[in-house]
C-alpha cells in the first residue's frame, strides 16, 4: 500500500467508523442534512471556522494558520444515489432504496481525516478551506455552491479533490493535466403527433415512427459529424410513447444523455441534435420540442496544480503508486465548474480489483458497490502533504 503518514494512521480508525456510519445513512442531493450537521459539527470541534448551508446544504470551513498569504481549497461531495444495496455488508444502508454508490462516503470521510489531522498539528502556513459539496449526481450542487459566493466567501488560489476509481489497484493514484472528464449534458425531446386508432394510421400522425427515425439519425451526428480524434457520445437513454397496442398516441418523448471532451464539440452536439430533432419531425408531419439542458462541463485539470499533485505524491508514495499515462473518463463530475473558477487538478485514486463485497472492485452505481476503507489513510495522508506542502510563508 501506499505510504500512510503517522498522524493519519492515529487517527484512520476513527475515520472508518465514520465513514460506515455515512454509508448507512445516505441522503440524496440537497438532502444532506444528517451527513451536513455530522461534517460541521466535527470541524467545530477541531477548530474550524464553519459555515452552513453553503449551496442550500452544502458546508464549508476555514482554518487559518499562520502568516502566509495563500488560500488552498480541498473539496469533497456528500450525496448518494437512489438504488437498494444488494452489498451484504455490516454497515450496508438503512435507508430502503438509497445507498451511496459512488463513494462520496468515502470522499467526505478522507477529507475529514486530513481535516483532523491538520488540525491537531497545525504545520502549514495560510489558508486552508474544507468544500463539503451537495448534489453532485446530477442536480448541480456545485453550482449551488457557487451561486451562493462560494470563492468570493471562501477565496481559493488553488483546488484539489479525488475520486475512487474502482477497477485500478487500490491506493495508486491517476493524474493528469488537461481533460480529466467529460462534459455531460441531457436533453428531452417531445414529438408532437396527432394521436388515433392504430387501425386507421393515415389519419394520424405517428409520433412513435417519426421519433423512431430520430433515433437512429441522432447516431450518425458522432459517426459522420465528429472528427474521429475528439469523443461524443450521444445515447438515448429513454424513449416513451403510448400505453396500448392499438391506439396511436400523441406524442412521444425521447430522453438523452449527451457528452464531450471539449466545449467545442459539447456546443455543435447541441446544435445539431435540436436542428435533427426538427428536422426529423418535420419530414414525419410532427413536430419537436426540445427541452436541452446545459449541466456539466468539461472537467480540465490545470497543468501546475497536476504537476504539484503529481510531485506531492511521488515525494510521499514514490513512482511505484503513480498509474502512468491516466485516460481522460467518459464520466463528469460538476467539480468542473468549480475548476473554470479556480486552477485545480482532480486526480484519481484506486478503489481496488477485487469485485468481492468491500475490497474495492466493484463499479460505481451498482448495488454492489463500497468504497475501499484502505485507501482512505493514504488518501487523507496526500491531502495533508498537499496543503503542507502549498501553504507555506510565501
Not at 493535466?177 to 414529438?191: E, F, K, L, Q
Request: hydrophobic share 45%; with cysteine.
Amino acid at each position: 500500500m501506499p505510504t500512510v503518514l503517522q498522524e493519519v494512521r492515529e487517527v484512520q480508525d476513527e475515520m472508518v467508523a465514520l465513514r460506515r456510519q455515512i454509508h448507512a445513512h445516505p441522503e440524496l442531493g440537497f438532502e444532506e442534512h444528517q451527513t451536513g450537521e455530522l461534517v460541521a459539527s466535527r470541524l467545530e470541534r477541531w477548530g474550524f471556522e464553519v459555515a452552513r448551508g453553503v449551496g442550500r446544504t452544502g458546508v464549508v470551513a476555514r482554518l487559518q494558520v499562520g502568516r502566509g498569504k495563500r488560500r488552498l481549497g480541498l473539496r469533497a461531495d456528500m450525496d448518494g444515489l437512489p438504488i437498494t444495496e444488494l452489498s451484504g455488508l455490516p454497515h450496508a444502508s438503512r435507508r430502503p432504496g438509497l445507498m451511496h454508490a459512488c463513494g462520496h462516503d468515502g470522499h467526505t470521510a478522507t477529507l475529514l481525516a486530513a481535516a483532523r489531522v491538520l488540525a491537531l498539528t497545525r504545520a502549514f502556513s495560510g489558508t486552508l478551506n474544507v468544500i463539503f459539496q451537495p448534489a453532485e449526481e446530477g442536480l448541480g450542487g456545485a453550482q449551488a455552491m457557487l451561486d451562493d459566493g462560494l470563492f468570493e466567501r471562501f477565496p481559493c488560489d488553488r483546488l484539489f479533490a479525488f475520486h475512487n476509481s474502482p477497477g485500478a489497484p487500490a491506493g495508486h493514484l491517476g493524474i493528469r493535466a488537461g481533460v480529466v472528464y467529460s462534459s455531460s449534458d441531457t436533453a428531452i425531446i417531445r414529438i408532437v403527433g396527432r394521436g388515433g386508432h392504430g387501425a386507421k394510421p393515415h389519419l394520424a400522425v405517428d409520433p412513435i415512427v417519426a421519433a423512431s427515425h430520430l433515433v437512429l439519425a441522432l447516431q450518425s451526428i458522432v459517426s459522420r459529424e465528429v472528427h474521429p480524434n475528439e469523443l461524443a457520445i450521444v445515447t438515448v437513454g429513454a424513449f416513451h410513447a403510448g400505453d396500448a397496442p392499438n391506439v396511436i398516441p400523441a406524442f412521444a418523448e425521447l430522453r438523452l444523455t449527451v457528452r464531450a471532451r471539449s466545449e467545442a464539440v459539447r456546443a455543435m452536439l447541441r446544435d445539431r441534435i435540436t436542428a435533427m430533432a426538427h428536422a426529423q419531425a418535420q419530414v414525419h408531419g410532427a413536430t419537436a420540442e426540445v427541452d436541452y439542458r446545459w449541466r456539466y462541463p468539461v472537467t480540465v485539470n490545470d497543468e501546475g496544480a497536476a504537476a504539484f499533485v503529481r510531485e506531492a505524491a511521488r515525494e510521499l508514495m514514490g513512482d511505484a503508486a503513480l498509474i502512468p499515462d491516466w485516460p481522460p473518463g467518459t464520466a463528469s463530475d460538476d467539480l468542473g465548474l468549480m475548476l473554470q473558477r479556480v486552477p485545480g487538478c482532480y486526480f484519481n485514486v484506486g478503489n481496488g480489483t477485487d469485485e468481492a463485497p468491500g475490497q474495492g472492485g466493484c463499479p460505481v452505481h451498482n448495488a454492489g458497490y463500497d468504497f475501499n476503507d484502505r485507501i482512505l489513510p493514504s488518501t487523507a495522508s496526500l491531502f495533508v502533504r498537499l496543503v503542507q506542502r502549498y501553504l507555506v510563508d510565501v
